[in-house]
Structure formats: C-alpha cells, structure tokens
C-alpha cells in the first residue's frame, strides 16, 4: 500500500536551517509530483511546495520562496524539504502528500513537527 | 493568487443531523478542481471529495460534495459519531494551491 514517512524535524534556533526527508514506497515514486504541506500549532492547513515528477520544476507559497527548496532523488524514493533562514512562524508540523494524476493529493503521511525557537 | 474562505468556522450539531459547509473561492476554480478533507486531532488529513463532487475511495455515500465556480458546498447527511472532525477545502487548479481555514464540526 501507499505509504509516506517523513522524517528530519526537530528544534532549531532561528535563522538556522534543517532538511526534512519524506521516503515513499508503494508506488511508482518517479511518476507522481510530491508536495509539502504545513500545518501550525492550532491553526490550518497551509500548502507549501510541490516538485513535478521528474524534479524539473518547481512552486512555492509566497511565504517561503528564497528560503525553502523542494527537491526529489528518485533513485531513493525520497522527496526533501530544505529550509533555511528558518523563523517562529515556520514552526508546524509539515506534511508530505502525493499528487495523483488527477492533481489532487491522494496520500498523506503523517507529517514531523518543526519548532523554531531560540 | 486563489483565496478559499470556509463558513461557518464552527458547526455545532448532534448525531443524526445533516451538516452543510460552504467554501467560497475568491476566483472561479478551474475544472471544478476543489477537493474537501477531514482531519482529526493528531491525524494528517483524509481526502474526502475531489472534483468537486467526487467521493474517493472508500468513504462513505453520506457526505456529498456540490458546486462550481466560486461556489461550493460539502454536505453530511446524517452525522455519524466519528464525523465530528475539522473540514478543509482545497483548490488544486492553479499554482499557489491554497486551503481554506477549515470548519470544525463538534458535538452540540
């Protein structure tokens, strides 16, 4: 069956970086666009980043363009988020999906918390 | 930039009753490209409707999603026990893809 498990949060002080890791398996990883989505203490959902099949192209919320970057190995399964110049507000948990060919977001995993404090 | 707005914030009701959510886009969503999710608290979000009008697979003939345009509604038709939950909206037709800010439906 489909799965995806993020890995990589933690504390980090601001301005810092860290890079989330999300491994797939059941399914044909190289073929489907992945995304990132998070979610703030509390709050609701907020997309951030989606990366094509291929890793060729690439989106980002307004909220984090220049300082995040999505990226994906294929060969490993594996999509990543790097964040950088991290700050309070980026504190969440963030949640990778995968993007059917129909583009909605069919599978979730089950998200790793980021707290950004000094 | 699409915004979503949901209403009402909060639905309070009692099992058996019928449960209707609003998601109102600030543009037309291409092909009715809109999708609904529930999420429980310490759970990542279960996809629900796609296409506006779509079930996925496996949920169950009660909920029913309308609509097109800016316009579009998800609707309960006898709230079970573990119904109760937060409702996301979600555009997926244009790049930024955006949520609405969720309706949590809880028990009256």
């Known amino acids: 069956q489909v799965q995806l498990v993020e890995s990589g949060g933690g504390v980090v002080q601001p301005g810092r970086s860290l890079r989330l890791s999300c491994s797939a398996s059941?399914?044909?990883?190289?073929?489907?666009?992945l995304q990132w989505v998070r979610q703030a203490p509390g709050k609701g959902l907020e997309w951030v980043a989606v990366v094509s099949y291929d890793g060729r192209n690439e989106y980002y919320a307004d909220s984090v363009k220049g300082r995040f970057t999505i990226s994906r190995d294929n060969s490993r399964d594996t999509v990543y988020l790097q964040m950088s110049s991290l700050r309070p507000e980026d504190t969440a948990v963030y949640y990778c999906?995968?993007?059917?060919?129909?583009?909605?977001?069919?599978?979730w995993g089950q998200g790793t918390l980021v707290t950004v404090s000094s | 930039e699409i915004v979503l707005t949901q209403s009402p914030g909060t639905l309070s009701l009692s099992p058996g009753e019928r449960a209707t959510l609003s998601c109102r886009a600030s543009?037309?969503?291409?092909?009715?490209?809109l999708a609904w999710y529930q999420q429980k608290a310490g759970q990542a979000p279960r996809l629900l409707i796609h296409?506006?009008?779509s079930r996925a697979t496996g949920i169950p003939d009660r909920f029913s999603g309308s609509g097109s345009g800016t316009d579009f509604t998800l609707t309960i038709s006898r709230l079970e026990p573990e119904d109760f939950a937060v409702y996301y909206c979600h555009q997926y037709g244009r790049s930024p893809r955006a949520f609405g800010q969720g309706t949590k439906v809880e028990i009256k």
């Open positions: 296409g506006a009008s």
């Open positions: 059941g399914f044909s990883f190289s073929t489907y666009p």
């Open positions: 999906a995968r993007e059917n060919d129909f583009y909605f977001l069919d599978y």
């Open positions: 543009q037309s969503v291409s092909s009715n490209h």
